[in-house]
């Protein structure tokens, strides 16, 4: 029950509230303050009784959890309830179950006793529902996925409880399930249980070995005999039941934590005993590592056993002697030791079964930066074994020092390293004596270099005594920091021959080059060495005497300056005395440069040749002191700038420069310069000083006294900072008088500025003045408004009162001479974005002493809130402060309030409302009468409203009285008035809300069911109440006319409502005040939105809230089950005892359906088909009558079909309902022994896969004994692919298709015809056509006959003495030999049908064949062949020979072939012509050596060497070269002793030597001068 009372002020108690007038009417108001009164049920609306009124059936509806109040109106009072919650029924489970757990040879586990209660908010037991309200439950994942759940799904509640005791999991295990029930008395609810783990069967693993290995001579490893594997249920108890054929477990053998399967030997399926399976005979074949695993499967669940290691032959360094080698005296490499290898298994035993030629170990080297160059190792690489044991003795490295080296053997895919500690010492070279500083000496153009002294070392730092020969040579040159020197520079021999291991180098000399950073670089085959650094100081220039600063004199467009005396000295610093003749390549050049670089302008004699010098104090005997020059006139003119320096230069590029010129030329200079300036009172014009001073100066800083003429005129013009130049009044144009110009009239007008200054000009010559300033007038708001302006009474305009200026000059004093009628100050009125607006008075004020003030501004209404004044004067302005003014305004004293239209009444009253016309000090405008006020009635967000009454009033004395307005039926309910008065003021009022008549619903449906064997669902009572606004019944509304009909439509929020669906009596008169209809219904609808919309007068409508219709539906009594095919059946039965009933919303059984029409259909789908599985597959009667309400289903059976995800799919009178999912498991194919890997073996051309067992089985691995040929003709057909894609199957050979016996068959001679290449990943493809079932084998590989380089050629191979070809196999001949798959020779391949050809080849490019001499086309003999090759080529570094034989190839190593070669010992050196003779001798001497690939001499070697003779530009000049041209070598050595040149003198020859074979080699670039002259010349190669 709740009160409602009304008080008075006092808060006493109304006793007289008794109207039969005026009601309380209760209303629902949500959280966010909207009424709702369709939430709220029961009698709203009552009369007071003695003040005070209790309801008793208030009720409400709405969502779980929403927050309201009840709102209590009486009249326009009204009175809020605390804040309630609606707490909805909800379902509670007594006890969740936490762990579960299959039982020893069950398939599920039970949940228990799940125990659920319905309970209210309250949570009280709702005893009241019973069997008419059902629960389900359903089983999911915490990921989402849903469980398997067996057992009774839908139970109905008994007094308000159910239980649930009979409920299984199978199939999941997992410690993240949880089951959900759901109950749905209005909306749906639903409730979860706790997550509780599921433990189904387990498997343990035991004595599996974390290590396994091959023992000796052996090429499987065992696992054990005692490896197991044990079954047990969810509480860890040993399945011992499970002890027959039917759970099977099989083994696979995994690599890498579950990577490819590998090869597993031993029995891989095994049968139980009490639970265990004991495996005895596993074996892993050919695999090496540390991270295996096997892989045990029982009914489709995995366990992996933990990681192990197969350790099979392994190789062992048993002696390694060194790791520091050398090189000894004289030889070319280093030796290595011995070094001992051993072949073990995994026990570490010696495998002494390595035992001939094809188990050989070879040997390569390693460098720590991978880059390590095979070619460097020498000696026998590849060795057979031994008893298990290779001894290496004979391994060498050479070439260059080098840390950080190891070795690698390779046995097989086997690998052992040595350490990188290995460290090799080569030949070095040391610098016994470094040369000395040297320099030129007095008329010496050359320096001599210090004699040095080079040793030629081994490792141990000892002196190669052996290096004696004149092979061994060694060349020097001669290089600065900066690169290479021009080898022409180097005079004397620079290339020298070893004398026991020592070297020296004298009689060296450089010329015409400077630097203090050189040193030599002496080169012994590959290895250099390099000396100290040293200098060569050359010949220099001196400045004797030191150049001064200088400037220009009065009067004069030059300067002069001290002359400068220049030395030529040399290295020592001595004065070159011999420089003393009047050569013009002697002299000494002047050039004027400025500081920054660029040459500038000279007078006078700048070029002086030192012989003609003159100088003071002679004292020499010829009257000349050589090498010295004295320049006497050298001069700038008056352009020439300011700082220069002198660059005196001797033979172009011996250069010296002088210290810093300054010179100081002509300038201005000014005096009483601007400061700062300002108007003075009456003027429009700052004066500048009227002594303004500018002197022309000398560089001296004197004044040029000659400059006094009109040529002499000094110009001004006026600037600003930022570039601007500006206006200003006077002379700017003033001539010179002895010097001096005056400026003394310029003056600026009219502008203001703090950054001017003045430029001056003479000529080219200019000046500025330092930056002054310029100020004007500035006007001061001296007096002004500083509170708002108001409009007094009734005014239309408002008084400013007085406002006062001043004017101040730039200084900020008064200017009190502004005093007179041509002095007036203006004003004008700004308002906001500084527009112009009405402004009346007095606008235009005359100074009196620099003041001024208005006394009568005003401003007009509408001239704004914000505004300010701005004041001028002479082109100056400056604003006043912003004011405000405030006019008169209309305020509404009382507003209108929430009205409502009385019963029967059209209009609602507005009651009365009063407004008043007041100032802005808020006084009332008294004197305002006899004007009109207009209101007009809005709508928040609409059009105007229909206003009734007088809405244009008098006003009287500022105040006005509204008493008659009314608002028509049509109106909104959110309104406000708007008063206008003149279109000039407005006012708004409150806002308000008119509450016209309206409908709500009494009674509605909530849950709608379908009855037994009934096709609609009749609808509750739905009855609509009419109200007026205040939620009174009109009770008036009683008649009968027929435009006072309720009409009532359905709808669903979906909108899936057919309207031929709701039936009954859709129309209903109002009877003292309410609507009913009693007879309606739905027909063959379902769902939880549906409402019913009522209408009256076609513009009242109300709507229901969501109810719901339950319909009849279809329930699984009992649910299809997993199923496979039994042996010897190709029918798999779906269930025996399938059952299904047909229940109303309530979920009773519909008895009522037992008819021979009432006809039940099934169909088979599958989930990943998308239904489309084969119908004609699915067998049974699938059209069945329902008896009583219920459908017993039995022989259905699924032919030719397998999956995981089926259903059954049931349809009966519209309604439809799909099965869980069940598995159907069929025959299937099973391989029993995989094929292994295989290879072609000596002598055959087959390789075999041995013999191969399939297995016909059904869905529970039982083997199919019925599937025999004799009886259906089934067959198993096989084929074969390779995992990679290539084609295989045309070269499979034998019997693939074979009948099965008892269930299984054998192919025991299938292989794979002759290929040259292997196959990887094959597997084999077997298929029963009978069942339509298939299965691939495990891969397998098989590998062919191949050829093998057992002996390659010499990595380095070289034309030896006297030879046109190089020998390809120094050392030994090249060996091939032909192998099977196991590497194995095949002795028998000897025969001529057996032949391997050779051809020649380099990496990059074709080589042709005829640059091969041997026989290149060989037969095996006992499956092997040898060679011996020459081969006659240029110089190459990556042949490689390659043997073709029958579809097979291989390639050698690459090999480089080094040519002979020709060698100048002695270079030709620049030619002279002597006096009187027309020849020049190039050299007495010159000798070119026949040398082999290694650079040895062939002293065998008598050929013939021609020279040619070239110019640098590429034209040759052979009539020009005098002498023997052609000489026949003398033990290898041509010597041309008469060789010289009939030419004119050139820099750029060179010649050419030429041997038979083409052999070729350039001498350097020498030149041919005339006389005793100098050339440069470089070395060509």
């Known amino acids: 029950s709740t009160e409602v009372k009304a008080r008075d002020g006092n808060n006493n108690v109304l006793t007289g509230s008794d109207s039969s007038v005026y009601s309380v009417m209760a209303s629902y108001l949500e959280g966010n303050g909207n009424v709702n009164q369709a939430c709220l049920l029961g009698v709203k609306s009552y009369l007071f009784s003695s003040g005070a009124r209790v309801y008793t059936d208030l009720g409400f509806q709405g969502e779980a959890g929403s927050q309201f109040s009840i709102r209590f109106t009486y009249m326009t009072v009204t009175v809020d309830s605390s804040v309630l919650t609606i707490t909805p029924h909800h379902l509670h489970i007594d006890a969740s179950p936490s762990v579960i757990q299959y039982q020893s040879s069950a398939s599920k586990a039970a949940l228990g006793s799940v125990v659920l209660h319905a309970r209210n908010g309250n949570n009280q037991v709702l005893t009241g529902a019973d069997s008419a309200d059902v629960s389900t439950v359903s089983i999911h994942e915490n990921n989402g996925s849903p469980g398997t759940l067996h057992g009774t799904f839908t139970r109905p509640f008994a007094a308000g409880s159910v239980d649930f005791a009979d409920l299984e999991v199978s199939e999941d295990s997992g410690s993240s399930f949880f089951v959900q029930f759901s109950f749905s008395p209005g909306a749906t609810i639903t409730v979860q249980s706790s997550t509780f783990t599921v433990r189904p069967h387990s498997m343990i693993i035991a004595n599996m070995p974390s290590m396994i290995q091959y023992g000796s001579g052996q090429s499987l490893a065992d696992i054990g005999s005692t490896l197991s594997v044990t079954l047990k249920d969810g509480a860890s108890n040993t399945l011992t039941k499970a002890d027959n054929s039917v759970t099977q477990m099989s083994v696979t053998f995994l690599e890498n934590n579950g990577g490819s399967p590998h090869i597993l030997r031993g029995t891989q399926v095994l049968t139980p005993t009490a639970g265990v399976f004991t495996w005895t005979d596993l074996q892993v074949e050919h695999d090496a590592g540390t991270r295996f695993q096997l892989k045990f499967t029982w009914t489709g669940v995995d366990i992996l056993t933990s990681e192990f290691t197969v350790r099979p032959y392994e190789l062992h360094i048993a002696t390694q002697e060194k790791s520091v080698t050398q090189y000894t005296s004289s030889a070319t490499s280093a030796h290595l030791g011995t070094f001992v290898i051993q072949a073990r298994d995994g026990t570490g035993r010696v495998l002494t079964s390595c035992q001939n030629s094809g188990d050989t170990l070879s040997t390569t080297i390693l460098e720590n930066n991978g880059n390590a160059d095979q070619s460097t190792l020498l000696g026998t ?412 009474d009734y005014s239309d305009k408002a008084i400013l009162g007085d406002v006062s200026i001043r004017i101040r000059d730039g200084q900020g004093n008064k200017l009190s001479a502004a005093d007179n009628t041509i002095d007036t100050a203006k004003v004008t009125l700004l308002e906001d974005y500084d527009q112009v607006g009405p402004l009346f008075g007095d606008l235009l004020m005359e100074w009196s002493g620099g003041e001024t003030t208005f006394t009568d501004l005003a401003v007009m209404y509408d001239a704004g809130t914000r505004m300010k004044l701005l004041f001028d004067y002479i082109n100056i302005a400056r604003n006043s402060s912003y004011m405000t003014v405030v006019p008169f305004e209309i305020q509404i004293l009382k507003h209108p309030r929430n009205t409502q239209y009385p019963d029967g009444s059209a209009n609602a009253p507005l009651h009365d409302i009063i407004i008043e016309a007041k100032d802005g000090l808020e006084n009332r405008l008294t004197g305002m009468s006899n004007d009109y006020i207009i209101v007009n009635l809005l709508e928040i967000g609409g059009s105007p409203g229909e206003l009734a009454g007088q809405s244009s009033l008098n006003i009287s004395e500022g105040y006005l009285l509204y008493t008659d307005l009314t608002v028509a039926l049509d109106s909104g309910s959110h309104f406000f008035l708007r008063f206008d008065y003149a279109n000039l003021l407005t006012e ?65 929020k979906a909108g899936n409502l057919n309207a031929g669906d709701f039936l009954g009596t859709k129309t209903s008169s109002p009877s003292s005040g309410y609507c009913n209809f009693s007879n309606l219904h739905f027909k063959q609808e379902a769902g939880s939105l549906f409402t019913i919309t009522t209408t009256l007068l076609s513009a009242l409508s109300v709507e229901t809230t969501n109810f719901t219709i339950r319909p009849n539906r279809l329930n699984f009594d009992v649910q299809p089950t997993h199923t496979q095919y039994p042996a010897g059946s190709s029918n798999a039965s779906i269930l025996s005892s399938l059952q299904l009933s047909v229940r109303d919303g309530a979920s009773n059984v519909l008895t009522g359906a037992d008819s021979n029409e009432d006809f039940m259909n099934v169909t088979l789908r599958e989930l990943y088909s998308y239904g489309t599985v084969s119908q004609e597959d699915f067998l049974g009667i699938k059209d069945r009558t329902v008896v009583s309400g219920v459908r017993i289903w039995d022989e259905l059976f699924v032919k030719n079909e397998a999956g995981q995800s089926f259903s ?235 043997f073709i034989g029958v579809e097979t190839s291989v390639e050698s190593n690459t090999f480089e072939v080094k040519p002979n070669n020709l060698f100048i010992t002695s270079p030709p050196v620049d030619a002279h012509f002597t006096s009187g003779s027309s020849i020049a001798n190039i050299n007495n001497n010159i000798q070119v050596v026949l040398r082999d690939g290694a650079n040895n001499v062939l002293t065998g070697s008598s050929s013939w060497v021609y020279v040619y003779i070239h110019e640098n530009t590429g034209n040759v000049h052979q009539s020009s070269l005098y002498g023997n041209k052609s000489i026949t070598a003398a033990s290898g050595v041509a010597t041309y002793s008469d060789i010289g040149i009939v030419q004119e003198a050139s820099t750029s020859f060179w010649l050419r030597w030429i041997s038979h074979h083409d052999v070729i080699v350039d001498s350097s670039i020498f030149k041919v001068n005339t006389n005793d002259k100098r050339v440069d010349f470089e070395n060509r190669r």
């Not at 609808?1019 to 008036?1036: H, I, K, M, P, Q």
């Not at 098989?1342 to 390659?1352: K, Q, W, Y």
């Open 381 to 792: 690489k590849t060795q057979s074994w031994t008893a298990g044991v290779v001894t290496f003795a004979d391994l060498h490295i050479q070439g260059e020092a080098g840390d950080n080296f190891g070795f690698r053997f390779t046995y097989d895919s086997v690998t052992v390293d040595t350490s990188l500690n290995y460290k090799v010492i080569p030949h070095n070279l040391f610098v016994q004596t470094h040369p000395s500083n040297t320099r030129y000496t007095n008329g010496n153009s050359k320096a001599a270099v210090s004699t040095m002294v080079f040793h030629a070392r081994n490792g141990n730092d000892q002196i190669l005594t052996g290096a004696d020969n004149t092979a061994d040579n060694t060349a020097i040159t001669i290089l600065e920091s900066a690169g290479l020197v021009n080898s022409a520079n180097l005079l004397g021999t620079q290339q020298h021959v070893w004398a026991s291991g020592v070297t020296t180098y004298a009689g060296l000399e450089i010329q015409q080059e400077s630097s203090s950073h050189l040193r030599f670089r002496l080169q012994f085959q590959t290895v250099t060495v390099e000396t100290n650094e040293f200098a060569v100081r050359p010949h220099h220039l001196y400045i004797h005497s030191i150049i001064s600063s200088t400037s220009y004199t009065s009067g004069s467009t030059e300067a002069s300056f001290g002359q400068p005396v220049i030395h030529l000295r040399d290295g020592l610093d001595n004065i070159l005395s011999g420089a003393d003749n009047s050569q013009t390549s002697d002299e000494i050049v002047a050039v004027l440069h400025e500081n920054n670089g660029t040459p500038g302008t000279t007078l006078g004699n700048h070029s002086l040749s030192p012989g003609l010098a003159i100088i003071q104090g002679t004292s020499s005997a010829s009257g000349r002191n050589g090498g010295e020059v004295t320049f006497t006139d050298l001069r700038l003119i008056q352009d020439a700038g300011y700082k220069f320096f002198w660059r005196f230069t001797y033979l172009g590029d011996v250069t010296v420069d002088s210290n810093e010129i300054r010179v100081q030329p002509h300038h201005l200079y000014i005096s009483n310069e601007p400061t700062f300036h300002q108007y003075e009172a009456g003027s429009t014009k700052a004066l500048l000083p009227s002594n303004l001073r500018v002197e022309l100066k000398d560089g001296s800083n004197n004044t040029l006294t000659s400059a006094d003429n009109t040529v002499d005129v000094v110009s001004v013009t006026l600037h600003e900072n930022n570039g601007t130049i500006g206006t200003f009044e006077g002379d700017h144009d003033v001539v010179s008088t002895a010097g001096v110009s005056i400026f003394s009239d310029l003056s600026i007008s009219l502008d203001s500025s703090t950054h001017n200054f003045l430029r001056f000009r003479w000529t080219d010559v200019t000046a500025e003045t330092q930056e002054f300033t310029i100020s004007a007038f500035d006007i001061e708001v001296i007096a002004f408004p500083s509170a708002p302006v108001h409009f007094l």
């Open 988 to 1052: 708004d009022s409150y806002q308000f809300q008119v509450l016209p008549h309206h409908i709500q619903v009494a009674a509605q449906p909530t849950l709608l069911q379908y009855q037994n064997s009934a096709s609609t669902s009749p609808a509750d009572l739905l009855s609509v109440r009419l109200v007026d606004g205040l939620d009174r019944t009109l009770n008036a509304s009683d008649n009968t006319q027929a435009s006072d009909v309720c009409s009532v439509i359905a709808s669903e």
């Open 1208 to 1442: 059954l799919f049931f349809h009966f009178d519209n309604v439809c309902l799909d099965s869980q999912l069940f598995r159907i498991t069929p025959h299937k194919l099973a391989v029993v022994d995989e094929p292994s890997s295989t290879r072609y073996q000596e002598g055959l051309t087959k390789a075999f896969v041995g013999n191969v067992t399939v297995e016909a089985q059904d869905g529970n691995g039982n083997i199919l004994s019925s599937a025999d040929s004799y009886a259906t003709e089934d067959f198993v057909d096989v084929t074969s692919y390779e995992v990679n894609g290539n084609h295989v199957d045309s070269h499979f050979t034998g019997n693939r298709s074979k009948p099965l016996f008892g269930g299984n068959v054998t192919f025991s001679d299938l292989g794979f015809a002759f290929e040259s290449s292997s196959w990887n990943y094959i597997r084999l493809h077997f298929h029963q056509s009978v069942n339509h079932v298939s299965v691939d084998t495990s891969r397998f590989s098989i590998f062919p006959f191949n050829l093998t380089v057992d002996e390659h050629p010499t990595t380095s191979v070289q034309y030896s003495n006297g030879q046109s070809s190089a020998s390809i196999n120094v050392a030994q001949n090249i060996k091939i030999s032909c192998r099977d798959g196991a590497g194995n020779v095949l002795s028998d391949a000897d025969n001529t049908a057996d032949y391997v050809n050779v051809t020649i080849h380099e990496k990059m490019a074709a080589v042709s064949q005829l640059s091969l001499v041997g026989t290149d086309s060989k037969v095996f003999s006992s499956g092997e062949i040898s060679y011996s090759f020459n081969v006659v080529q240029e110089a190459a570094t990556h042949l490689f020979l390659r």
